[in-house]
């Protein structure tokens, strides 16, 4: 596997975590993705994962460190005072929100933000920054009397437009190569779907969040895939001890020659979405807004770091 290097490393040289450990820490509580060093090897493995946290983890230096926590504190608390309802339509609202984040941080990666605005775009910042636009944009709509997810997608469109048209910018210089990437996330929202469809009939109880159901599971069948092409067929390699671990145990496989190591990576994500989903969905019938909440994230630890990989493999691969 190539080595990752550091987040400020140069567009030849940058590697992204593997989304299989963004989802798998997202989901215990740190959805972040770490690039420093060379890829582990079996010698420098630890037996057992305990680290969760990735090596590129950092907060950003105090006064940005300050505008975060204040404007988050104010558009959090301007929210809650407002106790909006929260729903299915807001989940797949916010999908935008998800992509925009997910550019802005290969645009981190690969050098091309603003010296001013970089340290809105490094882990976790970046998702710190995406989330308190979003909400604002969630504040906007009530403050008008508008429909709320409207606002929010449209939003958060313009903003993905944004960071998207920026790594065009740099793919038109740089060249681009978004075949496998782009495969990635076909196959990965294919077996999503798949798995989806066996979830919703072997526990009925799980279609009580209708469409959500499908994105939270879709959205970690392409991080699943994603990673594997990276992995596999890009020569990408992973930082995150946890992730390692999994890598590893796939090489020990006698299949590993042939099916390669990022299968078990698949495996593994669309199993922890399966049973995040199986458990957080039946919520929404007895608490709306917090079981698709719950399901928001689910979600996001998925989607975020499969549409990360697809664009960062495409623009650097």
């Known amino acids: 596997m190539k080595p990752f290097a550091d987040d400020r490393a140069s567009v030849t040289h940058a590697r992204p975590q593997s989304s299989i450990q963004w989802a798998l820490d997202g989901l215990v509580g740190s959805p972040l993705d770490g690039l420093v060093g060379s890829a582990p090897t079996a010698d420098t493995l630890p037996a057992v994962p305990l680290q969760l946290l990735p090596e590129g983890f950092a907060l950003p230096p105090l006064p940005y460190l300050a505008v975060l926590v204040l404007a988050g504190t104010a558009v959090g608390t301007s929210l809650v005072a407002r106790d909006p309802g929260f729903g299915e339509r807001h989940v797949l609202a916010l999908v935008s929100w998800m992509v925009a984040g997910a550019a802005g941080h290969v645009l981190f990666v690969i050098d091309a933000v603003p010296v001013l605005l970089r340290p809105l775009f490094g882990t976790p910042s970046v998702y710190v920054t995406a989330a308190i636009l979003g909400g604002a944009a969630w504040l906007a709509a009530l403050v008008t009397d508008r429909s709320a997810p409207r606002v929010i997608a449209a939003a958060g469109t313009v903003v993905a437009g944004v960071t998207l048209a920026g790594l065009a910018g740099v793919a ?146």
């Open 172 to 317: 038109l210089s740089t060249g681009v190569e978004p075949t496998l990437p782009a495969l990635g996330v076909i196959v990965g929202t294919g077996l999503g779907y798949v798995v989806a469809r066996v979830l919703t009939r072997a526990v009925d109880s799980v279609t009580v969040a209708g469409r959500v159901t499908t994105l939270a599971v879709v959205a970690h069948g392409v991080d699943g895939v994603t990673t594997a092409v990276g992995v596999d067929l890009l020569g990408f390699g992973e930082r995150t001890p946890l992730s390692a671990f999994i890598l590893h145990a796939a090489e020990t496989l006698p299949t590993a020659d042939v099916l390669g190591t990022g299968w078990l990576f698949v495996v593994v994500k669309l199993a922890v979405a399966a049973v995040a989903v199986a458990a957080v969905a039946p919520t929404v019938r007895e608490a709306e807004r917090e079981g698709y909440a719950m399901l928001t994230v689910v979600t996001a630890v998925g989607l975020g770091p499969g549409v990360h990989n697809a664009l960062l493999f495409a623009v650097t691969g």
